[in-house]
Nanobody, 115 residues
Framework: QVQLVESGGGLVQPGGSLRLSCAAS????????MGWYRQAPGKRRELVAA???????NYADSVKGRFTISRDNAMNTLYLQMNTLKPEDTAVYYC?????????WGPGTQVTVSS
């Protein structure tokens, strides 16, 4: 199987930037797509950005133009570059991987955007 561990979360001021990383280990060759989700208190978990092994990307409308998802060639590491951060971006961010239609999740990392 695959193990996912997020890092890079923390406290940042509005307008600032943050880069999240997700380290994948195990059967990473079987991963067909990876993505970032987030969940704020009292809200449903939502897709932020996704990328396939072939490099195709998809973004939530709320982050288009501000966030960029990327990966290394072997999909060992997934990144989320977050720029022009807003307070509404505050949430726990989760790394996701799809392996033969099965979702795997990391434990999450907290991102707080506040003055």
């Amino acid at each position: 199987q695959v193990q996912l561990v997020e890092s890079g979360g923390g406290l940042v001021q509005p307008g600032g930037s943050l880069r999240l990383s997700c380290a994948a280990s195990g059967s990473i060759f079987s991963i067909s797509a990876m993505g970032w989700y987030r969940q704020a208190p009292g809200k449903r978990r939502e897709l932020v950005a996704a990328i396939t092994r072939g490099g195709s990307t998809n973004y939530a409308d709320s982050v288009k133009g501000r966030f960029t998802i990327s990966r290394d060639n072997a999909m060992n590491t997934l990144y989320l570059q977050m720029n022009t951060l807003k307070p509404e971006d505050t949430a726990v961010y989760y790394c996701n991987a799809i392996i033969y239609s099965v979702n795997s999740w990391g434990p999450g990392t907290q991102v707080t955007v506040s003055s």
